[in-house]
């Protein structure tokens, strides 16, 4: 974006604002315009978490599969700025907002502007499910698997009861 484009969006959506504040609050009334305006705030947060974490839930099954979640980030960014647009007091912002929270404009965006954006991830270091291989290069990490593993052992009942930790007399 270039100094033009960001110098008339931080002239022009104030003054919208201001416009649709007057408008509306015309209508209806002070106290019902910041109704409004508080309740967009309320169903925004709870927009952006019910979604956020359906988004999540869709990434991390992408790169269980292996795949990069190009798609699932960029609908998350849009996501995001669906929620803050929704936390800023206005019914323009409010409108970009909820309409950023609707999954078929936020496909329509993705499609629109796939073409012209590059994802380059680095996937040295990682296995196929997506898990961080670094932490195995940790000597305090003991990587178990499922047949290495028993209940039985310091700290735990053996089968007749008895624990192999014995207190010494005098030690409360």
Do not use: C, N, Y
């Amino acid at each position: 974006m270039r100094f033009p484009s960001l110098f008339l969006i931080f002239l022009v959506v104030p003054l919208l604002e201001i416009a649709a504040f007057v408008l509306v609050g015309s209508r209806i009334g002070v106290l019902a315009t910041l109704g409004m305006v508080l309740f967009t705030a309320v169903v925004g947060s709870v927009l952006l978490r019910v979604q956020g974490f359906g988004l999540l839930r869709r990434i991390q099954a992408e790169t269980d599969a292996g795949r990069v979640p190009g798609r699932e980030l960029v609908h998350g960014a849009m996501i995001l700025l669906a929620g803050f647009l929704l936390l800023l007091p206005g019914f323009v912002t409010d409108a970009i907002g909820f309409l950023l929270f609707i999954p078929a404009f936020r496909e329509w965006m993705w499609r629109s502007i796939a073409r012209r954006v590059l994802v380059k991830v680095d996937m040295t270091g990682f296995r196929a499910g997506g898990a961080d291989m670094r932490h195995r290069r940790d000597p305090r990490t003991i990587d178990l698997d499922a047949e290495e593993f028993s209940r039985t052992g310091p700290g735990t009942r053996d089968a007749d009861g008895s624990s192999p930790w014995r207190r010494i007399d005098g030690d409360r």
